[in-house]
């Protein structure tokens, strides 16, 4: 098992920046990848990024493509999400996943084992 645990939401102005962060725990050994998704009130949770543990390719929803960055510390078994020039529509809860041993990463929710329970991210118009 692999334990999740998010931190670094919170409000923020349109334009402003967050840094989100990903706590994991337990069989580390066993994450491929990581994820961040985001779900806003009455919307299906969505991809927004996602990285190689080992080699730290990363992916990214079209939309923070130049805003958002990904990251992870090996070391400290800690994924990061810097969030940049945040706008209202991205007013919602982000969580952080993760995929066991796989040959791809995923951008797909179905693609991830584990799951954070989730940090509140507000964009102020």
């Known amino acids: 098992q692999v334990q999740l645990v998010e931190s670094g939401g919170g409000l923020v102005q349109a334009g402003g920046s967050l840094r989100l962060s990903c706590a994991a725990s337990?069989?580390?050994?066993?994450?491929?990848?990581m994820g961040w998704f985001r779900q806003a009130p009455g919307k299906e949770r969505e991809f927004v990024a996602a990285?190689?543990?080992?080699?730290?390719?990363?992916y990214y929803r079209d939309q923070v493509k130049g805003r958002f960055t990904i990251s992870r510390d090996n070391a400290k078994n800690t994924g990061y999400l810097q969030m940049n020039n945040l706008q209202p529509e991205e007013t919602a809860v982000y969580y952080c996943?993760?995929?066991?041993?796989?040959?791809?990463?995923?951008?797909?929710?179905?693609?991830?084992?584990?799951w954070g329970q989730g940090t509140q991210v507000t964009v102020s118009s």
């Open positions: 996943a993760a995929q066991r041993v796989a040959t791809l990463v995923g951008t797909s929710m179905r693609s991830y084992d584990y």
């Open positions: 990285i190689k543990w080992s080699g730290g390719s990363t």
């Open positions: 337990g069989r580390t050994f066993s994450i491929y990848a």
